[in-house]
């Protein structure tokens, strides 16, 4: 067995049992992402200007359409008009070339927070809400069909929860969270009663 594969057989060993590994493979770390991750560009190949996005965003503002994107982490849907409207696509790996001309992107957003947890299926959802003129009231707040985690690592603490209610709320199109709460559901922690609002509180 090779030294290189060596490393990655302990590394899965390791990571299963709940420890964090880093170990040196193509001259770069393994290690979790922090967040999601993804570069847009004007051409194919990944060439020209080029886009850096970490959060979802509702409103891109390209005068370009999109020819190739790397994702370095995470899962991300890609639509052809602000507030996630329009045909809308969902990429996870590094793409050279979208297409004949590339495609229309106005805004993106990384997807697939649900259900994390070192690999156990989460709390299933199905996002129900209730929309006003300046808010909207997401009584249990849900991604690709599970519940969102009141902190996806470490303890649900107010300070977790409410950064990703913030998260929560902008990839659903909206500037801020009012306010949030945190609901135990079989032992893990969620999102609960998030308020959505361009106004804040």
Known sequence: MTLQRYALVAGGLLAAAGVTVAAAQDDRMLRPPAQAEAIIYRDANYKGPAVNISRAEPDLGLAWRVNAIRVNSGEW??????????????????????????????????MGWGGSGGGRPGEPGRNPSLRGMAAEFYPAPAMNGYRVEACETGSATAFCARRSAEQFCSS?????????????????????DVLCSNTGT
């Open 77 to 110: 849907q890609l639509c052809e008009r602000r507030n996630y409207g329009g045909n809308c696509r969902t990429i996870s790996r590094d793409t050279p070339i979208l297409g004949l001309r590339g495609i229309e992107v106005q805004s993106m957003r990384p």
């Open 172 to 192: 659903m199109g909206w500037r801020t969270a009012a306010r949030q709460a945190i609901e135990t559901v079989r032992g893990r922690a969620y999102l609960a």
